[in-house]
């Protein structure tokens, strides 16, 4: 039978040797509540031109702030956990879509193609964009990952187009979403 002082020192022994779990960041999911929208990560904005499908998402050109005006809605699908399509503001027949190169396109919305739909999660969301002041960020260090393919959104190395590639924790790769100033 074993003693108390066997187990009590089996107890200590098996604490000090003890591995630390990794570290836990909690992350959240935004609630767009049909707000329009900026996407910057870097200095990098979600841009296009012309807005029509078939066009490449590129950086956006416009002058500062980069959230001077929203371009895009962020809508959820109903999923949980939470997925999303993301709509060109002025045309929402017209969503992300990931192209056979990897790159962001515009597409015409169609609900059974799984390159149109992604997950967001990030390190920081205020309450809603609708209560975010003009002008202000309400999600970052935003991860946006295919929910196809599993690859995540990133500025391609240029720094011209938006891409997807393999997940790695780096600033083309991680996004905040801001409301319009105007």
Not at 20 to 39: H, Y
Not at 116 to 135: E, K, L, R, W, Y
Not at 137 to 163: L, Y
């Amino acid at each position: 039978m074993l003693s108390v002082a066997a187990v009590f020192t089996a107890c200590i022994v098996s604490l000090v040797s003890a591995t630390p779990a990794p570290r836990q960041t909690a992350q959240c999911n935004p609630n767009f509540e049909g707000a329009g929208v900026s996407i910057i990560a870097g200095g990098v904005e979600w841009g296009v031109s012309p807005v029509v499908a078939g066009t490449v998402l590129n950086r956006n050109l416009g002058g500062f702030p980069l959230n001077a005006t929203a371009e895009w809605h962020v809508q959820q699908t109903g999923a949980f956990p939470p997925t999303y399509i993301v709509k060109e503001i002025n045309h929402n027949e017209l969503v992300v879509d990931i192209g056979a190169n990897g790159l962001l396109t515009l597409e015409q919305i169609d609900s059974s193609k799984a390159t149109q739909i992604f997950q967001i999660s990030c390190d920081s969301c205020s309450s809603g964009a609708s209560s975010t002041p003009g002008g202000g960020e309400f999600a970052n260090g935003c991860k946006i990952v295919s929910a196809a393919s599993g690859s995540c959104v990133r500025v391609e190395h240029a720094g011209v187009n938006i891409g997807t590639g393999e997940c790695e924790p780096v600033v083309a790769q991680r996004w905040d979403f801001w409301t319009a100033t105007a």
